[in-house]
């Protein structure tokens, strides 16, 4: 047994990356670097049996009573095995795993993992416990049924990450997220093979961590929410256990109003401070000036360095406007006196200060690209959020670099384009000396639009795609068979607790008064809010105190039901058959009577009365359809006048009511157009 190890390791670990077979019939996610499909399945039966052989860690012995829950409860099966032992011979396990070491929550460590299934047995090998617990996940994802009951398919499986860093930034400060929401969500990274979780906890709206020795910061600045030290440790186990790094982010020198609302003193303003209950770029910012500011650093981030051991501590930088400083003559005197001829480079004298703190304490600065300055040190890291050139520019002057541009989960922009978006795009332009710079890349989830019960359809299941592209081979790019794959994951993530589903039935009752919500269904799988920061310059001042329950904050931030139109349309275009057309003439027909259905409901629930618009927009874009379809099912064709008219009506229901609008409406677009244009 330890020969066929030794050698599934050489052969595997060892393999040069390539998608050697026909991995599109297989629902991973992400991609791994090599499947080799190969005859045969391996049946999964209540015998099924799991040992480590050689690994003595509980991380993999914890992973792997993970594993054996997951498939009981995807099977049914009433799995005999009843206890899992941190060491075994292995002999008579189904399912045997084995790994060299424990692995480091560093960027950089050893990943990398293979699979071999044959018809009697399940072979998983790592060189740390880090690519066993990788190894699980794509298991589980493998796992797949038919008449005869479940199984995996034969195959063989080599992989590793394409990037070092892949993470996702939940932002606490603004909306307080409860435990139990980090928990599904880092259960969800883990399922998708992503290893970092950034913990944005300070914003203008609220400091979020307990201090022991600064207590006012989370007493005066939270408004009672905020987490305690127990339990930030408790999410670090948690995360620990899975393999994911958790990195605090404490945002400063601006961003800062909830730490004045303890602490004037080190403002570079006046005051008075609260937390800040509405959104945007505040003006208020520590004193660079004040040498007690760093006195208090020193202590407040020797506490947080005991309290998070992740090797690096965030510390913001973004957005800082300069206003509180440009009023402030102490600080115009302290310029002048020391030669700081402009606000950046009073903020790269800020930076140099805490950097020096953050090195006593053992840990590496990490910042938004706004930190980047001519002369600070080459062990700072930069995440880009501004655009790819910013990062190509810190790895081009030898400075550890993350993509965050393009991977902003909360605009609401669809999978694929986030799936476009790549730390290295092939005309990056990047040296070979400075491609090792760019570590990969974060997901963000900032929090001014969402809740506890809106934030994971905000995350999932686009965050997948994301996780794909810092994960599989630069090559795998098709958009398409990532939808594909998408769908399955996205079901399979629901297992983890996490939301993202079927929280929106739940708010669509809510809003109706009622159970009986088709009509309402009908209408929000179709609507997506608004993308980007357009909800914003809507009307409504949005704040913390806002409520997040309406029709936009239920539907998803992108529409399957309009992807799949889209796609029937295009179909559609293409053959000109019955079937296609009888399909879309079967969403055309639903839509147009959802606004009749939706009356009743509307009446009874003033909450919906906004949405009324929509409803009645979707009826009449349905009917537009409908015209367009019989025209070109008729294989006739209509004037441009027609078309010009259609396009009007069009145009005017694709305008945002509601915060939201109609997915579908560009898609009865081509089909207008096709009508009024000859074969």
């Known amino acids: 047994m330890r020969t066929l190890l030794t050698r599934a390791a050489a052969i595997f670990l060892l393999a040069a990356v390539s998608a050697a077979a026909p991995a599109e019939k297989l629902d991973l996610m992400p ?160 399922a998708v093979k992503m290893n970092v979780f950034h913990w944005h906890l300070t914003d203008y709206q609220g400091f979020r961590v307990e201090s022991r020795i600064f207590p006012r910061l989370h007493e005066r600045g939270s408004d009672g929410s905020y987490y305690t030290q127990a339990q930030v440790r408790d999410v670090i186990a948690y995360a620990t256990d899975r393999g994911i790094r958790v990195m605090p982010e404490f945002d400063i020198p601006g961003h800062s109003t909830s730490w004045f609302a303890a602490y004037p003193e080190f403002a570079a ?51 800082n406007n300069g206003r509180q400083w440009d009023e402030n003559p102490d600080i115009q005197a302290f310029k002048k006196a020391n030669r700081i001829f402009d606000n950046q480079a009073l903020q790269a004298y800020f930076n140099g200060r805490i950097l020096e703190i953050l090195r006593k304490y053992g840990r590496r600065m990490v910042g938004w690209d706004e930190i980047l300055e001519p002369g600070l040190p080459k062990d700072i890291v930069i995440q880009s959020w501004r655009g790819p050139k910013a990062l190509a520019d810190a790895a081009r002057q030898g400075y550890a670099a993350i993509l ?68 599989s081979p630069a090559e795998v790019r098709d958009a398409g068979d990532m939808y594909r794959r998408l769908e399955a994951v996205a079901l399979e993530l629901e297992e983890l607790g996490l939301t993202h589903y079927k929280n929106q039935e739940m708010m669509l009752r809510r809003l109706a008064g009622g159970e009986d919500v088709a009509a309402l269904k009908s209408l929000v799988d179709v609507v997506e809010p608004l993308e980007q920061y357009k909800r914003h310059s809507q009307g409504v001042d949005y704040s913390v105190l806002s409520p997040l329950t309406r029709l936009v904050d239920a539907a998803q931030p992108e529409s399957r039901t309009a992807r ?116």
């Open 31 to 190: 991609v791994p670097s090599s499947v080799i499909l190969t005859e045969g399945t391996f049946r999964v039966d209540e015998d099924f049996s799991v040992a480590a052989v050689g690994g003595t860690g509980v991380r993999a012995s914890r992973g792997a009573s993970r594993f054996m829950a997951r498939l009981a409860g995807r099977t049914g099966l009433f799995l005999k095995q009843d206890f899992l032992s941190l060491e075994g011979d292995g002999e008579n396990a189904a399912f045997i795993y084995k790994y060299g070491r424990l692995g480091d929550l560093t960027p950089g460590e050893d990943e990398s993992y293979a699979i071999t299934i044959s018809p009697d047995r399940v072979l998983l090998v790592a060189r740390t416990d880090l690519g066993v617990l990788h190894g699980f996940e794509t298991l589980l994802q493998l796992l797949a049924s038919d008449r005869g009951g479940y199984y995996f398919p034969c195959v063989q499986v080599g992989d590793s990450p394409r990037f070092a860093w892949r993470g996702l930034l939940i932002d606490c400060a603004r909306h307080f997220m409860p435990v139990e929401v980090i928990k599904r969500n880092l259960d969800g990274l883990a």
């Open 269 to 319: 303003g006046p005051g008075p401070y609260r937390v800040e209950r509405r959104f945007g770029i505040m003006d208020p910012a520590f004193d660079p000036s004040n040498p007690a500011v760093y006195g208090f650093f020193d202590r407040f981030f020797g506490e947080m360095a005991s309290l998070f051991p992740d090797p690096y501590l965030h510390i913001g930088g973004d957005e």
């Open 404 to 471: 965050s541009h393009g991977y902003y989960v909360d605009l609401c922009q669809p999978a694929a384009f986030h799936y476009g978006n790549d730390p290295l795009p092939s005309n990056g332009g990047l040296s070979a000396e400075a491609l090792p710079f760019v570590l990969g890349g974060e997901a963000t989830m900032w929090s001014e639009l969402v809740s506890p019960e809106t934030i994971d359809s905000r995350i999932w299941p686009r965050t997948a795609a994301i996780a794909e592209r810092l994960w």
């Open 564 to 679: 799949l139109f889209d796609a029937a349309v295009t179909a559609f275009l293409r053959t000109r058959d019955r079937k296609s057309a009888d399909e879309l003439r079967g969403h055309l027909r639903r839509w147009q009577s959802q606004a009749e259905a939706l009356k009743p409901v509307l009446a009874r629930s003033p909450a919906l009365a906004e949405v009324e618009p929509l409803s009645r927009g979707l009826a009449s874009a349905a009917a537009v359809g409908l015209e367009a379809l019989d025209v070109l099912s008729a294989k006739t064709v209509r004037g441009q006048d027609w078309v010009r008219e259609k396009s009007r009506i069009l145009t005017r229901i694709r305008q945002p009511q509601a915060h939201a609008e109609l997915a579908v409406i560009i898609s009865i677009e081509r089909l207008v157009t096709a009508a009024g244009r000859k074969s």
